[in-house]
């Protein structure tokens, strides 16, 4: 901000769509409110969530968000906000225009994604314990599935799981079994479990994410489909040793993989579950320490096999937050 000239910003948070960079700043995202951000931020929030925010939010100066909110913004006399695009919509960016006048708005949702890519190191506990449970919850799962029966029933299962944990998922949670299994973003239904059978959950603590794929095989399989389940592995052992950039990485694993791989071969995560670097055929982004990521590759053909896990960069390199195991296993 000060590099950019900015005097203040604004962001905003509904509980009915939560602003992850809100989050980042305040560490709450279940108020509806304004941040202004400055040298000595405040949180403006609705007079219903003010107990929520004095409990919750990392801001110590917490104000009513009432008629008068505009007259406290004028009074820092600004000639530049800066504003997050990305969660404004344009009746709320009209109306700022309306009530502040004569002043430039700048956006800085670009400024704060590079932020956000590296992780503090509060930041990386909490993953890590996201990480921890993810894992514990996916051992449950594997050995609840041959009696799960159906992609319906484990799912259930996983997601009453992580609910008893006193938790959330942090996304829907994928249970596809033999054809469906081609399908990376499969929806559960009441199809058999039976030969190769992804399971990829995820769970959110404390506002962090976990992402976790692992593939297990129902019944009895042949020799091409031990082979292909272990090029998939071996594939992602080498993508964890290489010294490679991400963009780089993402086209060794497609090469290694003859283009089976339909999906990019990793994401960042964090505060939302898809967030920078991105390792895929578009990115720009470089590896750089304390950045958390996955790294997922995948073989999709007759029958689909994705092993995923959470990996923290750390002097060159990358260290696996996610343990769960991932030799062949037969059920």
Known sequence: MDNSKID???????????NPNFVYFTQTGNVN????LNKNPILFVSSLETSIAKENS???????LDKNFFDSIKKFKPRVIGIDKNYITLSQFRNLKKNIKKVKF??????????????????ISLIKKSCNYADLVMQEAISFAKKAKTELNLKKYIEKKILDLGLET???????SSKNSRNPHHLSNSTKLKGFTVIDLGVRYKNYCSDISRTI??????EKEIMDYNKVLKVQEE???????????????????????T?????????????????SSMSKDKFEDNMVFTIEPGYYNRYGIRIEDVFLYKNNKKISLTKSPKTFLKL
């Open 8 to 18: 203040l910003s604004l962001m905003l948070n509904s509980t009915d769509k939560i």
């Open 170 to 176: 942090s996304f829907v949670t994928i249970v596809a």
């Open 33 to 36: 409110a304004v941040l202004l």
């Open 263 to 279: 999906h990019s071969l990793g994401h960042g995560i964090g505060l939302e579950v898809h967030e920078n670097p991105r390792i």
């Open 217 to 222: 095989y129902i019944g009895k399989p042949n």
């Open 106 to 123: 700048k956006d800085i949702s670009q400024e704060i994604a590079k932020l956000r890519a590296i992780k503090t190191e509060d930041e």
């Open 239 to 261: 993508c964890i040793n290489k010294n490679l950039s991400p963009l780089k990485l993402n086209d060794y694993s497609k090469q290694k993989l003859s283009n089976y791989l």
């Open 58 to 64: 990392k801001i110590r100066i917490i104000k009513i």
